[in-house]
């Protein structure tokens, strides 16, 4: 039987004190999460080692930042982090953004901080 997953169901945990990641997908290969992030909250700058991601905004505006670039992501957009390149993403908008994160492989584990600079 195949069961749907929705944020109802998935695995819950919490990132940054206030931000919400839900693991919709979490197998060996493949990660996808949908996170939340309040206004004015978001990640610190870092890099995966091996993971590459997919972002793509379900609701909200998300500043990505993406090898020094910076990118304004609206719903129904998204943006591809190769490996090896540092980046943050943070919610700048008048709402709660709400996003998909896909990672191949999962990123979690992966996580390299970089300074601010």
């Not at 060996?28 to 939340?36: C, D, G, N």
């Not at 129904?76 to 896909?102: R, S, T």
Request: aromatic share 8%.
């Amino acid at each position: 039987m195949i069961l749907a997953v929705s944020k109802a169901n998935a695995e819950h945990y919490v990132w940054g004190q206030q931000c919400d990641g839900w693991h919709l997908l979490n197998l060996p290969s493949l990660s996808v999460i949908q996170e939340r992030v309040p206004v004015g909250a978001g990640e610190v700058r870092h890099y995966h080692q091996q993971a590459q991601q997919f972002f793509f905004v379900l609701s909200g505006v998300a500043m990505l930042e993406v090898g020094g670039e910076c990118t304004r992501l609206s719903r129904g957009q998204g943006c591809h982090v190769p490996a090896g390149v540092a980046h943050l993403l943070y919610n700048e908008g008048p709402e709660d953004l709400e996003f998909l994160v896909v990672s191949v492989p999962p990123a979690h584990g992966d996580r390299v901080p970089v300074a601010d600079g």
